[in-house]
């Protein structure tokens, strides 16, 4: 078990509704990623924080945004949601953001689907 | 622009056959490579990086700058190696960039 927990595990909710999926790293990592997969787009990068602080950005919707919290845990907050937006929702963590610390370590993900 | 090109969907092999998973990048600078594997109802892990030239369960990956490839290998499959293989650089930002990802079935 990577230790890299989400919750909560499948979402199911109405378009035009929001969201909030959560996210708690492994213990000691500072680094968050928040990535998206889907059928026809495949597994994309959406944003990640360190220590709080956002420190990159990907493929990420206006509509959403994220956070990461003293305690280091993130939420990724959805909203005005379409059908579109269904997927797996996956978060990572790693160490910190250089050096050996790379590795990413995988939650299990939240499914959302957008009825 | 970053891309990842994995040309196979789908790869079918027999049990005991050599397997190679195909991996296209096209990156600047120079990224870190990644395979990661995804198991049946399982998450998302590490299975090797191009930096760290290991073997891992039988798998290797070798890095051809010239060609900007680095193909996933095996020469002899076997059924548990049956999964969703992508593969990833890695770059500014410590993001990944994944490329549609291979499933491999292993057939007894």
């Known amino acids: 078990d990577s230790g890299v927990t989400q919750t909560p595990k499948h979402l199911i909710t109405a378009t035009g509704q929001r969201v909030t999926l959560r996210c708690s790293p492994r213990s000691g990592d500072l680094s968050v990623y928040w990535y998206q997969q889907s059928l026809d787009q495949g597994l994309q990068f959406l944003i990640q924080y360190y220590n709080g602080e956002e420190r990159a950005k990907g493929n990420i919707l206006e509509r959403f945004s994220a956070q990461q919290f003293p305690d280091l845990h993130s939420e990724l907050n959805l909203s005005s949601l379409e059908l579109g937006d269904s997927a797996l929702y996956f978060c990572a963590s790693s160490r910190g953001t250089s050096g050996s610390s790379y590795e990413q370590y995988f939650g299990p993900g939240t499914r959302l689907t957008v009825t | ?108």
């Open chain 2, 1 to 108: 622009a970053q891309r990842v090109t994995q040309p196979e969907k789908l790869l079918s092999v027999f049990k005991g056959a050599p397997v190679e998973l195909k991996c296209n990048y096209s990156y600047s600078g120079s990224p870190e490579l990644f395979w990661y594997v995804q198991y049946s109802r399982q998450r998302l892990q590490l299975l090797l990086r191009h930096i760290s030239r290991e073997s891992i369960k039988g798998f290797t990956a070798d890095l051809n700058k010239g060609e900007t490839s680095f193909h996933l290998k095996k020469p002899f499959a076997q059924e548990e190696d049956s999964a969703m293989y992508y593969c990833a650089p890695q770059g500014g930002a410590q993001k990944l960039v994944f490329g549609q990802g291979t499933r491999l079935t292993i057939n007894p």
